[in-house]
């Protein structure tokens, strides 16, 4: 069998807790690797400041062999903070409005691709197979082919990709596309997304959808493209989940929380994950249903992210005094209605919250997958399970049909949702939850990788 080859620019190496950090992509390939092995190559998370890199730093833990590299420090400002974080993540979430150009960050993202493909080079063998992840890597597989390497390349987008008209506003589109035709298989989080791929194509007159759909052509190459929706270790997680009602963190919890119904968010900082419009549907449902007032329990864990990126920072500060402008208006002596965290919770005690929480409220204003949402699914209860709410703009919401969707700019809609969930009967939430487990446990994420793995490995 051909070896593994995971490139990534964020990695997940175990610590001695076996701790994760926070981030759906660095949670879900580490379960995959686990399960194949292979080797993982990324960025260390370190600066070299202005030395240039030195050679790759190997490290094995079980099945898997980690490669990592440092950047320097411009390369960490132009290609991860300016082009990767200031261009195409607002772009692909539909954020015309905070994407900043610059030619010097362009730059900075096709040398830092050129940096890896050279690091990546001296490892490959004739036929391992290359899997590329997310956008911060679109011209991987460019760079390699340059160099000669004819292995099969695939690439999974793990963020949205936008209509035309949103990606277009973006001055190198054309070079992005032009990037991603170098694979031999495109796979996007959903339909929508891959829908909206070709129909870029299209509509700039410089491709087409092929065989059926499952093939695009352009750029003078022909690749395969499809819609894999990533997933989650679904058994591994609800058994995380009843042995976390043991855990001390979760104990302290359930007991401060007694005689309340918990509801609980949980989201990187980020602009795209709508936590000041979830706030306000929180105080819009404590204003209209004064019989929950004191009996209900917001708790909002966010940890930071990406703080070097103007907008992020000015959203810890948003987010901050949201919370306590909303305490100080709703709340009473004995009642602190929202409780916010800014700290990264380990994923085995957020099981344990999740499963106390009568509500998961995940409400993105886009979002290529979201996690949060099937791990809080897996967590709960099958005799009591509590209720999903979930944003029509999370690739989850392609899935979870069982959950009550929501549109997260609509506040008193989410507010009425908070309120039907809280109210919702035993048998209609165990219904909705067993129609998600169901999937969730035949497309976990073992399902996604193997589906993903043989569609590139066929030709
Ligand atoms: O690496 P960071 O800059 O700290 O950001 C964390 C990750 O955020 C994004 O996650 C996405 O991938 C998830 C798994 O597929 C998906 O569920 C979620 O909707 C996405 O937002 C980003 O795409 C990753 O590259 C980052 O590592
Ligand atoms: O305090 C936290 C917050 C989040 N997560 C994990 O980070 C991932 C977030 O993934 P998701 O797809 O929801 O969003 P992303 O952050 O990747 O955009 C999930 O596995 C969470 O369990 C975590 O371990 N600790």
Same mark, same amino acid.
């Given at each position: 069998?051909?070896?593994?080859?995971?490139?990534?620019?964020?990695?997940?190496?175990?610590?001695?807790?076996?701790?994760?950090?926070?981030?759906?992509?660095?949670?879900? =390939?580490?379960?995959?690797?686990?399960?194949?092995?292979?080797?993982?190559?990324?960025?260390?998370?370190?600066?070299?400041?202005?030395?240039?890199?030195?050679?790759?730093?190997?490290?094995?833990?079980?099945?898997?062999?980690?490669?990592?590299?440092?950047?320097?420090?411009?390369?960490?400002?132009?290609?991860?903070?300016? +082009?990767?974080?200031?261009?195409?993540?607002?772009?692909?979430?539909?954020?015309?409005?905070?994407?900043?150009?610059?030619?010097?960050?362009?730059?900075?993202?096709?040398?830092?691709?050129?940096?890896?493909?050279?690091?990546?080079?001296?490892?490959?063998?004739?036929?391992?197979?290359?899997?590329?992840?997310?956008?911060?890597?679109?011209?991987?597989?460019?760079?390699?082919?340059?160099?000669?390497?004819?292995?099969?390349?695939?690439?999974?987008?793990?963020?949205?990709?936008?209509?035309?008209?949103?990606?277009?506003?973006?001055?190198?589109?054309?070079?992005?596309?032009?990037?991603?035709?170098?694979?031999?298989?495109?796979?996007?989080?959903?339909?929508?997304?891959?829908?909206?791929?070709?129909?870029?194509?299209?509509?700039?007159?410089?491709?087409?959808?092929?065989?059926?759909?499952?093939?695009?052509?352009? +750029?003078?190459?022909?690749?395969?493209?499809?819609?894999?929706?990533?997933?989650?270790?679904?058994?591994?997680?609800?058994?995380?989940?009843?042995?976390?009602?043991?855990?001390?963190?979760?104990?302290?919890?359930?007991?401060?929380?007694?005689?309340?119904?918990?509801?609980?968010?949980?989201?990187?900082?980020?602009?795209?994950?709508?936590?000041?419009?979830?706030?306000?549907?929180?105080?819009?449902?404590?204003?209209?249903?004064?019989?929950?007032?004191?009996?209900?329990?917001?708790?909002?864990?966010?940890?930071?992210?990406?703080?070097?990126?103007?907008?992020?920072?000015?959203?810890?500060?948003?987010?901050?005094?949201?919370?306590?402008?909303?305490?100080?208006?709703?709340?009473?002596?004995?009642?602190?209605?929202?409780?916010?965290?800014?700290?990264?919770?380990?994923?085995?005690? =957020?099981?344990?919250?999740?499963?106390?929480?009568?509500?998961?409220?995940?409400?993105?204003?886009?979002?290529?997958?979201?996690?949060?949402?099937?791990?809080?699914?897996?967590?709960?209860?099958?005799?009591?399970?509590?209720?999903?709410?979930?944003?029509?703009?999370?690739?989850?919401?392609?899935?979870?049909?069982?959950?009550?969707?929501?549109?997260?700019?609509?506040?008193?809609?989410?507010?009425?949702?908070?309120?039907?969930?809280?109210?919702?009967?035993?048998?209609?939430?165990?219904?909705?939850?067993?129609?998600?487990?169901?999937?969730?446990?035949?497309?976990?994420?073992?399902?996604?990788?193997?589906?993903?793995?043989?569609?590139?490995?066929?030709?």
């Amino acid at each position: 069998m051909s070896r593994l080859v995971v490139v990534s620019n964020r990695v997940t190496v175990p610590d001695k807790t076996g701790a994760a950090p926070a981030g759906g992509l660095a949670v879900a =390939l580490q379960a995959a690797l686990e399960e194949r092995g292979g080797i993982w190559m990324g960025w260390s998370g370190n600066s070299s400041g202005n030395e240039e890199p030195g050679p790759l730093e190997m490290q094995e833990h079980g099945a898997i062999t980690y490669a990592l590299t440092d950047l320097t420090d411009t390369d960490v400002e132009e290609y991860y903070h300016g +082009f990767a974080n200031r261009v195409l993540w607002p772009i692909c979430h539909y954020r015309m409005d905070l994407a900043e150009y610059g030619r010097k960050e362009m730059a900075g993202y096709f040398r830092v691709n050129r940096f890896f493909a050279q690091k990546l080079a001296p490892l490959l063998k004739e036929d391992d197979i290359i899997w590329v992840h997310d956008y911060h890597l679109i011209p991987l597989a460019a760079e390699l082919r340059q160099m000669g390497f004819k292995n099969k390349i695939g690439f999974f987008l793990h963020i949205p990709w936008p209509p035309a008209d949103v990606l277009f506003t973006m001055p190198v589109h054309e070079q992005i596309m032009r990037g991603l035709s170098q694979y031999d298989l495109v796979g996007f989080q959903t339909d929508f997304d891959l829908d909206n791929f070709g129909g870029g194509l299209v509509r700039e007159g410089i491709g087409e959808r092929i065989d059926g759909g499952k093939k695009f052509s352009t +750029f003078g190459r022909t690749f395969k493209g499809g819609a894999y929706s990533i997933s989650i270790e679904t058994e591994i997680f609800s058994k995380f989940a009843i042995k976390a009602e043991k855990n001390a963190m979760v104990r302290k919890a359930r007991q401060s929380v007694e005689g309340k119904d918990l509801i609980i968010g949980v989201d990187r900082l980020d602009y795209s994950k709508g936590i000041t419009q979830r706030i306000d549907a929180f105080e819009q449902f404590v204003a209209t249903n004064p019989d929950h007032h004191n009996k209900v329990t917001y708790l909002q864990i966010t940890p930071k992210s990406r703080s070097e990126v103007p907008e992020y920072e000015q959203m810890q500060r948003m987010v901050a005094e949201q919370a306590g402008r909303v305490n100080g208006a709703i709340g009473t002596v004995d009642w602190v209605p929202i409780r916010y965290i800014n700290r990264s919770v380990p994923r085995p005690v =957020l099981a344990g919250l999740y499963r106390l929480a009568k509500i998961g409220l995940v409400t993105p204003l886009r979002d290529g997958m979201n996690l949060v949402a099937k791990e809080y699914v897996a967590a709960q209860d099958p005799e009591d399970p509590g209720v999903l709410v979930l944003s029509r703009f999370a690739g989850a919401a392609r899935e979870l049909r069982g959950a009550l969707l929501v549109n997260p700019y609509d506040i008193e809609g989410t507010a009425h949702a908070i309120a039907r969930g809280l109210s919702m009967p035993l048998d209609e939430r165990k219904q909705r939850w067993q129609m998600m487990m169901d999937h969730l446990l035949t497309y976990d994420i073992n399902r996604w990788c193997d589906d993903f793995l043989k569609d590139l490995i066929e030709d």
